[in-house]
């Protein structure tokens, strides 16, 4: 079974930051993209940023400059660093994977879910 866990979610006043990591386990080959989701209360799931096996990202227009996404050598564990973050910014945040496993040529995984609060 593929599993993706990730950690260091929390609460954190405006303008701090936190740094989110998932890793990815099980059999999950050429994991070509990674990335990171958002849900708020009442909202649908949004995109926040994707990483590509060639390094190539790219962001929310409403985190970019302020959100960096980075992998490791494995490329099966993704990071999200937030820095001056807003209330806005409030959410469970979802990990995904994409890869071939031994089910399916193709497929899309996701983590539980970490909650991030920004608040006063």
């Known amino acids: 079974q593929v599993q993706l866990v990730e950690s260091g979610g929390g609460t954190v006043q405006p303008g701090g930051s936190l740094r989110l990591s998932c890793t990815t386990s099980?059999?999950?080959?050429?994991?070509?993209?990674m990335g990171w989701y958002r849900q708020a209360p009442g909202k649908e799931r949004e995109l926040v940023a994707r990483?590509?096996?060639?390094?190539?990202?790219n962001y929310a227009n409403s985190v970019k400059g302020r959100f960096t996404i980075s992998r490791d050598n494995t490329m099966k564990t993704v990071y999200l660093q937030m820095n001056n973050l807003v209330p806005e910014d409030t959410a469970v945040y979802y990990c995904?994977?994409?890869?071939?496993?031994?089910?399916?040529?193709?497929?899309?995984?996701w983590g539980q879910g970490i909650q991030v609060t920004v608040s006063p």
């Open positions: 990483h590509f096996h060639d390094g190539l990202t």
């Open positions: 995904s994977a994409s890869g071939t496993t031994l089910e399916k040529p193709s497929g899309d995984y």
């Open positions: 099980g059999w999950i080959f050429g994991v070509y993209v």
